[in-house]
């Protein structure tokens, strides 16, 4: 196993952030759909240990704990970024639609946050584009990510 030096990290610790990451991104979609009733409609939730997908309560709980892991995995992979690997790494051109993705995706579920407190009202329309700008950055996401597993394009490359 490699030695972890300062402004480096071993192999174990790529592997265990990419594991945590696809997990992360894993439980968001599973839950966000949960949001929709597609899992009692097409009785998906019937099936042994999957009826919590049927409960709206739950998956929402669920999807805003695993987006809070998600704010806390990019807080991290970005300060780990702009602090120890800038002068070593350099963005790709994928990696940058990635993140605007991610950014609009971050940006919309915010601000699907403030709408469930009682003091913020936003309108009926809003909230249709909310939700419809919410899911197409959630689809573009995964189409553009699924592109760059089959192409094996990365984040990152060397500078």
């Given amino acids: 196993m490699k030695e972890l030096t300062a402004g480096t990290q071993g192999i174990t610790g790529n592997r265990v952030i990419r594991i945590i990451y696809t997990v992360n991104i894993f439980m968001l979609v599973l839950t966000g759909f949960g949001q929709m009733p597609i899992y009692k409609r097409y009785y998906m939730s019937d099936i042994p240990g999957f009826s919590w997908l049927a409960n709206f309560l739950t998956t929402r709980y669920v999807h805003y704990l695993v987006a809070v892991l998600l704010l806390a995995l990019v807080a991290y992979i970005?300060?780990?970024?702009?602090?120890?690997?800038?002068?070593?790494?350099?963005?790709?051109?994928?990696?940058?639609?990635?993140?605007?993705?991610?950014?609009?995706?971050?940006?919309?579920?915010?601000?699907?946050?403030?709408?469930?407190?009682?003091?913020?009202?936003?309108?009926?329309?809003?909230?249709?584009?909310?939700?419809?700008?919410?899911?197409?950055?959630?689809?573009?996401f995964l189409l553009v990510s699924l592109f760059c597993v089959v192409v094996k394009k990365k984040w990152t490359t060397s500078r």
């Fill in 78 to 140: 970005g300060m780990d970024y702009l602090v120890l690997k800038r002068k070593d790494r350099e963005i790709t051109a994928t990696g940058y639609v990635r993140i605007a993705l991610l950014a609009g995706i971050v940006f919309t579920g915010i601000l699907f946050v403030i709408k469930n407190f009682p003091p913020y009202i936003f309108s009926p329309n809003f909230i249709i584009f909310l939700n419809l700008s919410h899911l197409g950055f959630v689809m573009a």
